[in-house]
């Protein structure tokens, strides 16, 4: 249970989000959101006031932890399902006024650490409302709007970076189709450039704290010069070049002062000392795969069938055999999360770079750059892989594969 210190300090990330909710809302069409906006705001700033409804959650349910935490206090699951709900469904109004604040405060609590634990729809109450968080945020970019593009990939990128909001399986791919669909759907070539940027991030955070073992091996951000092609380059000013690689490293920077603050000693994660050290802006090679077990080659379907539905949009009889192949490799638990999570997502680029378009298709220039993109990706992994990637059998014959 958490203190009314506690209600303060998440009261200034949330009750801003709140009032602007309840300011846009349509007292007719989200007057069900509103007044749930109106309940959480006055309990909030109110400590005497419990945050469930009526105060009528029994003991038990009271004891179980939420996600929710401020500082060295939790809040219980219902508290963080009473707050984090009606956020989570003006993320997924569709309403930019209204899904805005929301997207904001998201980032917020993820960036100072005020949601933890991981992310996963399959997983118990806590983990499945991460999740549905995370899918809201997602959501957003369908609004088609220039900042709040901006916004998603930035919340994205912040949840991915985190260490006390673990995003594995499911979630993560999800996060990286988002990105993958902003970079191919936006007409604001910046946002593009971001989202390429954001992908290129990822697969570094990804695939380093596989090589790795561990969720808290240091990592710098990208040089996003040095990633950009020579036509990207040339249609491309330094003022743009300047913009991404700001919005690279802020969103870094803003992590590490969460994990590493002035005063050491403070809070678990005082142990995580140098993680995410960003004084100096230096390149950052993508991980080295560590070796697979034959587990690890049977669960990347789903990410497969979500990807094939983006690449090739409007097709949908072509993607009818590929839709009922939800077969047993999506119940196959995979012990090494980390590892699990690599495999997932290498294994989806090499599909989506071997993925030929119809011959009607061809002159289709966003699925073109669909494919060269993901391409442009492994070329990046490939370049940069280590001794254990490049003497794994399975990861070379799936390399080999995709080449052929």
Request: glycine share 6%; net charge negative; with cysteine.
């Amino acid at each position: 249970m958490a203190s009314s210190e506690a209600d303060s300090r998440l009261g200034q990330v949330i009750s801003p989000a709140l009032e602007k909710i309840i300011k846009n809302g349509s007292w007719r069409k989200h007057s069900k959101l509103v007044n749930e906006c109106k309940f959480v705001l006055e309990r909030i700033t109110s400590p005497e006031k419990s945050l469930t409804a009526d105060g009528d959650s029994d003991d038990a349910e009271a004891s179980v932890p939420g996600p929710l935490h401020s500082g060295p206090f939790h809040y219980s699951l219902a508290e963080s399902e009473s707050i984090l709900n009606p956020l989570i469904a003006a993320a997924s109004s569709g309403v930019l006024k209204i899904a805005d604040p929301a997207l904001d405060c998201f980032q917020k609590l993820i960036v100072h650490g005020y949601v933890r634990g991981e992310a996963d729809p399959s997983g118990g109450p806590e983990s499945n409302l991460l999740a549905k968080l995370i899918e809201s945020v997602c959501k957003c970019h369908d609004l088609g709007d220039d900042g709040v593009e901006l916004s998603v990939l930035k919340t994205l990128l912040s949840a991915v970076t985190s260490m006390s909001l673990r995003i594995h399986g499911d979630c993560l791919l999800q996060i990286v189709r988002t990105c993958y669909d902003i970079y191919l759907g936006s007409k604001n070539v910046v946002n593009q450039t971001t989202a390429k940027a954001s992908l290129i991030q990822m697969l570094v955070i990804v695939f380093r704290r596989m090589e790795a073992d561990s969720s808290t091996v240091p990592i710098q951000p990208i040089v996003v010069a040095e990633l950009m092609e020579p036509i990207e380059k040339s249609d491309a000013d330094s003022s743009m070049t300047q913009f991404v690689q700001g919005f690279i490293t802020k969103i870094m920077q803003d992590i590490d002062v969460v994990l590493n603050p002035a005063t050491p000693g403070k809070g678990a994660m005082g142990a995580h000392d140098g993680a995410f050290e960003t004084t100096t802006v230096e390149t950052t090679n993508p991980a080295d795969l560590l070796d697979s077990t034959d587990k690890d080659m049977l669960d990347a379907k789903y990410w497969e069938i979500s990807m094939y539905k983006t690449a090739l949009e409007g097709r949908k009889g072509e993607l009818a055999d590929i839709q009922g192949e939800r077969d047993d490799e999506l119940e196959v638990q995979i012990g090494n999360k980390l590892r699990r999570d690599a495999f997932l997502v290498f294994r989806a680029l090499c599909k989506l770079s071997m993925k030929t378009p119809p011959k009607e298709a061809l002159a289709d220039p966003q699925l073109m750059r669909g494919k060269i993109v993901a391409l442009e990706l492994l070329k990046i992994l490939l370049e940069n892989a280590g001794a254990i990637f490049r003497t794994s059998e399975r990861f070379v014959n799936l390399n080999y594969g995709s080449i052929l």
